[in-house]
Antibody, heavy 123, light 106 residues
Framework: EEELVESGGGLVKPGGSLRLSCTAS????????MNWVRQAPGKGLEWVSS????????YYADSVKGRFTISRDNAKNSLYLQMNSLRAEDTAVYYC????????????????WGQGTLVTVSS | IQLTQSPSSLSASVGDRVTITCRAS??????LAWYQQKPGKAPKLLIS???TLQSGVPSRFSGSGSGTDFTLTISSLQPEDFATYYC?????????FGQGTKLEIK
């Protein structure tokens, strides 16, 4: 079955940086739009960013625009999230997720999710 | 596009029929998905395109709606269904989630 594995989370001070990775296996990674979704402790799900298969289109939530950068390396089946200028409110579990059934800006589902990686921003 | 789920929490018993609603602030055609999340776990896709049941998901789950009003129905609650449920619109960016509905055992 398809698999997504996140890594790179940890404790970082406010204003610091962190790079998350997501490694995909058992599906043609280069064919899919990939996404980051986060969940603050005890809170709901928040979409963070999406990147289309060839990286031609990239989208961000307003809450992270200008601070976070999504990228992918299709040769390595990997998705990344570079997080700069981190704030306490960025503390969350970060999930990578595959989107499928996509046409232009619309998709039908996030059908596979990683297990998540915890980012804690605290002094 | 904002999604408003109701109720935000719900107490029910095994065997009950429950319905969760999700209202979009503008039309999203049928680009709506439903997820189930249990504590400490990643969300699990239940329904996509408003009414298409994901493979492997029990048939007691069903979805309906289009445009701005959507529902998730569980026809006969089972013990493993007690969880938090989220709707998500994927019609246009920024993709958004509803605030969640926590389904608890009565």
């Amino acid at each position: 079955e398809e698999e997504l594995v996140e890594s790179g989370g940890g404790l970082v001070k406010p204003g610091g940086s962190l790079r998350l990775s997501c490694t995909a296996s058992r599906f043609p990674f280069s064919s899919y739009t990939m996404n980051w979704v986060r969940q603050a402790p005890g809170k709901g799900l928040e979409w963070v960013s999406s990147i289309r298969s060839s990286s031609t289109y990239i989208y961000y939530a307003d809450s992270v625009k200008g601070r976070f950068t999504i990228s992918r390396d299709n040769a390595k089946n990997s998705l990344y999230l570079q997080m700069n200028s981190l704030r306490a409110e960025d503390t969350a579990v970060y999930y990578c997720a595959r989107a499928s059934g996509c046409y232009d800006d619309s998709c039908n589902r996030f059908d596979f999710w990683g297990q998540g990686t915890l980012v804690t921003v605290s002094s | 596009i904002q999604l408003t789920q109701s109720p935000s929490s719900l107490s029910a018993s095994v065997g009950d029929r429950v319905t969760i609603t999700c209202r979009a602030s503008q039309g999203i055609s049928s680009y709506l998905a439903w997820y189930q999340q249990k504590p400490g776990k990643a969300p699990k896709l239940l329904i996509s395109a408003a009414s298409t049941l994901q493979s492997g998901v029990p048939s007691r789950f069903s979805g309906s709606g289009s445009g701005t009003d959507f529902t998730l129905t569980i026809s006969s609650l089972q013990p493993e269904d007690f969880a938090t449920y989220y709707c998500q619109q994927l019609n246009s960016y920024p993709y958004t989630f509803g605030q969640g509905t926590k389904l608890e055992i009565k």
